[in-house]
């Protein structure tokens, strides 16, 4: 089971970081990733990380102002939003998986979701 969290309000400029716990499951079996979805838009993928926590993978959009990490010991990963524009307003969803995904809505397991909204 997967538990976001961290989402909210924030002015167009400023920052945020999402968390993603993980419980049931040791968070270190699973590849994991970060999608997105606004009103009225298709999900999107914004973020992947892997097992090991050495190779990340990034939307073109989110690139050089996000950045994805986990930390195995606490079972969660993270999701350090800077520079936030109004386009980034969407629910992040969390997910993971044992094989590795990238950009692919396959993943098996995602979280319920956090609001993310970005004020002009």
């Known amino acids: 089971q997967l538990q976001a969290s961290g989402g909210g309000l924030v002015q167009a400029g400023g920052s945020l970081r999402l968390s993603c716990a993980a419980s049931g499951r040791t968070s270190s079996r699973f590849h994991m990733g970060w999608f997105r979805q606004a009103p009225g838009k298709e999900r999107e993928f914004v973020a992947a990380?892997?097992?090991?926590?050495?190779?990340?993978y990034y939307a073109d959009s989110v690139k050089g102002r996000f950045t994805v990490s986990r930390d195995d010991a606490k079972n969660t990963m993270y999701l350090q939003m800077n520079s936030l524009k109004p386009e980034d307003t969407a629910v992040y969803y969390c997910?993971?998986?044992?094989?590795?995904?990238?950009?692919?809505?396959?993943?098996?397991?995602w979280g319920q979701g956090t609001q993310v909204t970005v004020s002009s």
């Open positions: 990380i892997s097992l090991s926590g050495y190779s990340t």
């Open positions: 997910v993971a998986d044992e094989r590795w995904l990238g950009i692919s809505t396959d993943y098996d397991y």
